[in-house]
């Protein structure tokens, strides 16, 4: 219904850019699942039902491809602000963990749209490291992220401890890098029939076990 009030040169160009969207969704799920090196062309071209030469009719190359999958994910990710770790509305480290995993959510419904299923974070990171050497901005993209949860999460638990929310004797440093990575270790999870609602159920569960053992 959409098309009747569009031109048959609009019909097309909508059709093109829907058949490119599709193609970067499915190679990029091979590229997460098999790693950028394993993914021939073939298996690109497996994997989207195009012909060698129709794929290189929407894409130069296999890493034009990459680099659209990977610019759509960071486009998904959903992290907490400074005016989030600042608000005075979280008042405590408990609520900081569920504006955490209610950002994942959010980024895991996003990519359930953009590429029809949940994409595991920690696989993103790895495709990420594995291509540094093409796209060395990608990897800073992540350390700059990386480095930012990490000050959030020193932040957060500071003011639990000053609060005598939680006990006092524990470190930092070491307790932030546990919390940020609860919600990265859902491995073993074969991607396409990865079920999110799940994993967050659990990733809940982790937190709230960590939390039993700090608070005061």
Avoid at 2 to 10: A, G, M
Avoid at 20 to 36: D, H, P, S, T
Avoid at 101 to 114: F, G, L
Wanted: some cysteine.
């Amino acid at each position: 219904i959409q098309f009747l009030s569009l031109s048959l040169h609009d019909i097309i160009k909508v059709s093109m850019t829907e058949l490119r969207e599709e193609i970067v969704k499915k190679a990029f799920l091979q590229f997460l699942n098999r790693g950028y090196k394993a993914c021939s062309l073939k298996t690109l071209e497996q994997a989207t039902g195009l012909t060698k030469g129709a794929f290189y009719y929407y894409f130069k190359d296999k890493k034009e491809i990459l680099e659209a999958g990977m610019e759509r994910y960071f486009s998904v990710m959903k992290e907490e602000s400074e005016e989030d770790v600042e608000a005075s509305a979280l008042a405590s480290l408990r609520e900081y963990i569920d504006l955490v995993i209610k950002n994942k959510e959010a980024s895991a419904d996003a990519s359930q749209r953009i590429f029809g299923c949940f994409i595991l974070e920690v696989l993103f990171f790895q495709l990420v490291l594995e291509v540094a050497p093409i796209f060395p901005d990608f990897r800073e993209r992540i350390y700059t992220i990386s480095k930012k949860r990490l000050a959030n999460w020193e932040h957060i638990i500071l003011r639990a401890k000053q609060s005598g929310e939680i006990r006092e004797t524990l470190d930092t440093s070491v307790l932030a890098r546990n919390l940020m990575s609860v919600s990265s270790s859902m491995l073993n999870i074969e991607l396409e029939r990865a079920n999110f609602q799940y994993m967050f159920s659990d990733t809940r569960m982790q937190f709230e076990q960590y939390y039993m053992l700090i608070k005061k």
